[in-house]
C-alpha cells in the first residue's frame, strides 16, 4: 500500500500532488509537529461511487423501474388512434394536387440564392486563413498554474521543478508541458537556490564544498554549478 504526505495542521497546505523531493526539509518557521502526529500515512483506496452511495444508488433505481411502467402502460394507448390516423392520411393523399406547388420560382428567389452563392476568390480566402489557435491547451494551463503553486511553497531549480511537475510521485503532467510550464513562467533562479541554501543551513551545517553539493548535485536540488556557488556566495559560506 502507498503512502502519501500528511502536513501537520500547523504547517501550510502544500498543492494539490506534491510530495517532499530528495533532502527536503519543512521550515522551522512552520513550528514542530503535534506530538504523536504522522507525516506518513497510508493512501487508502476510495471504494466506488456506487458502494458510497448506496442509498442515491437505490433511488436511482426506483425511478428508472417506475418510468419502465409508465411506458409500458401509456404504449397500449397509442393503437386507438391508428385508424383515425391512417383515414387521415389516405383523405390527404388523394386531395388534388396544389397548381401552385409546380410554378417556376419567383424571379425575387432567383435574385436572393445568387447572393448567397459564395464566388470561388471568397471561398479560396477563406480556406487560405487559419484559425486561430489557442494560446495554451487546458494541460499547460493546469501545468503553469501548479509550477507557481510549488514555487510558492518552497524553493526549486529549472530541473527540480520540471521534474516535480512530471514524475508520477508528482503532479503527473506529460514531460512536454511541465517543460512549457517553467518555461513560460518568470522565475529568479539564482533567488530560489540562495533560499535553498538558507533552508539547508537552518535545519543542518554544511561545508561550503558540501552545500555546493547538496544544490547542484541530481540527488539534492539540481541547480546549476554556478547557482550554486552564487548561493553559497551569498549565505556567506
Do not use: C
Not at 502519501?4 to 512552520?30: C, H, I, L, V, Y
Not at 418510468?67 to 390527404?92: E, F, K, L, V
Not at 489557442?134 to 507557481?148: C, D, G, I, K, L
Amino acid at each position: 500500500m502507498s503512502q502519501r504526505f500528511n502536513p501537520p495542521p500547523n504547517w501550510p497546505t502544500p498543492p494539490q500532488g506534491w510530495t517532499p523531493p530528495s533532502g527536503w526539509q519543512p521550515d522551522p518557521a512552520w513550528g514542530p509537529a503535534p506530538d504523536g502526529w504522522q507525516v506518513w500515512i497510508d493512501d487508502k483506496p476510495k471504494g466506488s461511487w456506487f458502494g458510497r452511495h448506496k442509498v442515491l444508488t437505490t433511488l436511482g433505481a426506483l425511478v428508472v423501474l417506475f418510468a419502465a411502467i409508465g411506458a409500458i402502460s401509456g404504449g397500449g394507448n397509442d393503437t386507438t388512434t391508428t385508424g383515425t390516423d391512417t383515414q387521415a392520411d389516405s383523405t390527404t393523399s388523394s386531395s388534388p394536387t396544389d397548381p401552385t406547388a409546380s410554378e417556376t420560382p419567383s424571379q425575387e428567389d432567383a435574385s436572393a440564392a445568387e447572393e448567397e452563392t459564395t464566388s470561388p476568390e471568397d471561398a479560396s480566402a477563406a480556406e487560405e486563413e487559419p484559425a486561430a489557435e489557442p494560446e495554451m491547451t487546458r494541460s499547460q494551463e493546469n501545468a503553469v498554474e501548479a509550477a507557481n503553486q510549488y514555487l510558492d511553497f518552497s524553493a526549486f531549480s529549472k530541473k527540480g521543478l520540471i521534474q516535480q511537475l512530471s514524475s508520477d510521485a508528482g503532479s503527473g503532467f506529460p514531460k512536454a508541458d511541465a517543460v512549457f510550464a517553467v518555461n513560460h513562467i518568470k522565475v529568479n533562479w539564482k533567488a530560489e537556490a540562495v533560499e535553498a541554501a538558507e533552508n539547508y543551513l537552518d535545519l543542518s551545517s554544511f561545508s561550503r564544498s558540501g552545500l555546493i553539493q547538496q544544490l547542484s548535485s541530481s540527488a539534492g536540488s539540481q541547480f546549476t554549478h554556478a547557482q550554486a556557488v552564487y548561493a553559497v556566495n551569498k549565505v556567506g559560506l
